[in-house]
């Protein structure tokens, strides 16, 4: 390795010098995780997966996650509030429920 007196380079020198190392550096790292990838990516087939068959955990490559639901309830006053009837109740269906409305006065099928 060629020794550099840096005591001797001027402030441009230095800044220039210090650009250029962190730029070898980055493109060192950009070029290992290249060949870490090829070699995983290898593997894998070797093994009969691909990568993101391994990388995603379910075995399944391109997996999607849930598609919305369609709505099932709706506000009697505020159509614009809807509810799918999956996961938590919103604060509205727990006020009708409260307040002696049942769930099928409140589906969409009902009131269409």
């Known amino acids: 390795m060629a020794d550099i007196d840096l005591d ?3 402030l441009d020198e230095l800044k220039a010098l210090q650009k250029d190392v962190n ?3 980055e493109e060192y790292d950009e070029r290992r995780k290249k060949e870490a990838r090829a070699e995983v990516e290898a593997k894998a087939r070797e093994l ?5 068959e391994l990388v995603d955990g379910s075995g ?3 997996k999607k996650g849930k598609a919305p639901q369609p709505a099932k ?6 159509a614009s509030l809807t509810w799918s009837g999956r996961g938590r ?3 509205w269906i727990k ?3 409260a307040n002696g409305t049942s ?5 969409i099928d009902q009131k269409s």
């Open 60 to 62: 399944k490559a391109g």
């Open 23 to 25: 730029k070898a550096v």
């Open 8 to 10: 001797s380079l001027s």
């Open 73 to 78: 309830y709706r506000h009697p006053e505020n």
């Open 48 to 52: 009969g997966f691909t990568l993101a």
């Open 103 to 107: 769930l099928d006065e409140l589906l």
């Open 89 to 91: 109740q919103p604060g």
């Open 95 to 97: 006020d009708a429920l």
